[in-house]
């Protein structure tokens, strides 16, 4: 079946613009995850939605970042006046429940910020 | 403030051995802790999951340890091959969390033919 999709796979934007990430989690998953890693770092968890509403947000380093899932599938994470320092692979992962349980990680969105 | 240490250090093992893994962590009280699998340009992918009740867990080759007295895990992979050749990571969780995980920055692991 159809596993975790991200799109673009490979963004590269300038410095101050506004740019959207998608995620397509697997159908019928009601949990989802955002995740930021840099080279050589781990993911760091940045939000994640149980169903539609954002469960926890406080992974967002700033209000630059904002995410939505308004229809408790497909997510949308949105980063205004991009920096430099957004450049990283955004990494999505959705569950079947916000239970305990495994997570299922897409490709990554590879964001490159000049 | 909470830390989780993976050796970041590549780990260079001959095919047939088995490569050991470690995972410690400080100001942490995890309720459970997962390990990934990540290749190259690729997102995680889940290899197993043990609970702070669990002492132990093993699926095919692979094995985990998990002690909270020590805070920390042990990642072994038996009769290694040079498909194992990945990045590790450890990922812990707390009760009530909603599943959210807190990643260590992993290692790398070379299984040479």
């Known amino acids: 079946g159809a596993g975790v999709s991200q799109t673009p796979s490979n963004k590269v934007t300038e410095k101050g613009k506004y740019v959207e990430l998608r995620c397509d989690p697997i159908?019928?998953?009601?949990?989802l995850y955002w995740y930021r890693q840099s080279l050589g770092q781990g993911p760091e968890f940045l939000i994640y939605f149980q169903g539609t509403g954002a469960a926890d947000d406080s992974g967002l380093p700033n209000d630059r970042f904002f995410a939505v899932r308004p229809e408790g599938s497909v997510s949308t994470l949105k980063i205004q006046r991009t920096e430099r320092g957004d450049s990283a692979v955004y990494l999505c992962?959705?569950?079947?429940?916000?239970?305990?349980?495994?997570?299922?990680f897409g490709p990554g969105t590879r964001l490159t910020v000049l | 403030s909470q830390k989780i240490e993976q050796n970041s250090e590549a780990l260079n093992i001959q095919e047939g051995k088995t490569a050991t893994l470690t995972c410690n962590y400080t100001n942490y009280s995890p309720a459970y802790l997962q390990w990934y699998r990540q290749d190259p340009g690729r997102g995680p992918v889940f290899l197993l999951l043990i609970r702070e009740n669990e002492k132990e867990k093993r699926k095919e080759r692979l094995k985990v340890t998990f002690d909270t007295t020590l805070k920390q895990s042990l990642f072994h992979i038996t009769a290694s091959q040079p498909a194992d050749s990945a990045t590790y990571l450890c990922?812990?969780?707390?009760?009530?969390?909603?599943?959210?995980?807190?990643f260590g920055g992993g290692t790398r692991l070379m299984v040479k033919p």
């Open positions: 159908s019928g998953h009601t949990a």
């Open positions: 990922a812990l969780g707390r009760d009530n969390a909603g599943n959210m995980l807190t």
């Open positions: 992962a959705s569950s079947r429940t916000a239970g305990i349980n495994e997570q299922f």
